[in-house]
């Protein structure tokens, strides 16, 4: 585990955190968030700043929808604010999955089939903590699942899941 694997993981966990004050508005959030990250970065592909736009303007409707909808932020107790920890946690994953899938992937110079993820020209100061990164090598996997799964004998099960997972995170084909 390398200082990038515990800022991503901190990262998620605080998404998390601020769910969990939100309550039952933190879910609707986190859930709302995690449904539309698909259509945001396809909207973001066509063009960066409309997709921007669009997740401001996501975000910001369903925070109004949370407060308009769960009056008192969703009641008091110990269950409002699980549920919030569940839509903060499903939201600070797929933030972190969306962060460890969009690294430059570079080709070898003497062998232009053969990726690298991430490329070989990352500053020399951060490149060995990205390559050792656990978090970094899961992106790689959910990145490239449907070209491994031709590569490697994997369980069914994981192959399913990391075709999942790309199919919800990653637009296109970025290694053509």
Same mark, same amino acid.
């Given at each position: 585990?390398?200082?990038?694997?515990?800022?991503?993981? /901190? +990262?998620?966990?605080?998404? !998390?955190?601020?769910? @969990?004050?939100?309550?039952?508005?933190? /879910?609707?959030? *986190?859930?709302?968030? !995690?449904?539309?990250?698909?259509?945001?970065?396809? /909207?973001?592909?066509?063009?960066? $700043? /409309?997709g921007l736009f669009g997740?401001?303007?996501?975000?910001?409707?369903?925070?109004?929808?949370?407060?308009?909808?769960?009056?008192?932020?969703?009641? =008091?107790? @110990? $269950?409002?604010?699980?549920? *919030?920890?569940?839509?903060?946690?499903?939201?600070?994953? !797929?933030?972190?999955? =969306?962060?460890? +899938? %969009?690294?430059?992937? *570079?080709?070898?110079?003497?062998?232009?089939?053969?990726?690298?993820?991430?490329?070989?020209?990352?500053?020399? +100061?951060?490149?060995?903590?990205?390559?050792? %990164?656990?978090?970094?090598?899961?992106?790689? &996997?959910?990145?490239?699942?449907?070209l491994l799964a031709a590569?490697?004998?994997?369980?069914?099960?994981? +192959?399913?899941?990391?075709? #999942?997972?790309?199919?919800? @995170?990653? #637009?296109? &084909?970025? $290694?053509?």
């Amino acid at each position: 585990m390398t200082v990038l694997d515990v800022a991503l993981v /901190l +990262t998620a966990a605080l998404v !998390a955190a601020l769910a @969990i004050q939100r309550r039952m508005g933190g /879910l609707m959030v *986190g859930l709302g968030g !995690a449904i539309v990250l698909r259509p945001l970065l396809l /909207l973001g592909d066509m063009n960066p $700043w /409309l997709g921007l736009f669009g997740a401001l303007l996501v975000g910001l409707g369903l925070a109004l929808a949370g407060r308009l909808l769960l009056p008192g932020a969703g009641g =008091t107790g @110990i $269950w409002p604010r699980v549920a *919030g920890g569940v839509g903060g946690a499903a939201l600070g994953v !797929a933030i972190v999955l =969306t962060l460890v +899938t %969009s690294l430059p992937i *570079g080709r070898d110079a003497l062998n232009p089939n053969q990726l690298r993820y991430p490329a070989n020209d990352l500053p020399a +100061t951060i490149r060995p903590v990205v390559e050792r %990164s656990l978090l970094v090598q899961v992106g790689r &996997e959910v990145l490239f699942a449907p070209l491994l799964a031709a590569q490697d004998p994997r369980s069914p099960q994981r +192959t399913a899941v990391m075709n #999942t997972v790309h199919g919800w @995170i990653v #637009t296109g &084909e970025p $290694w053509r």
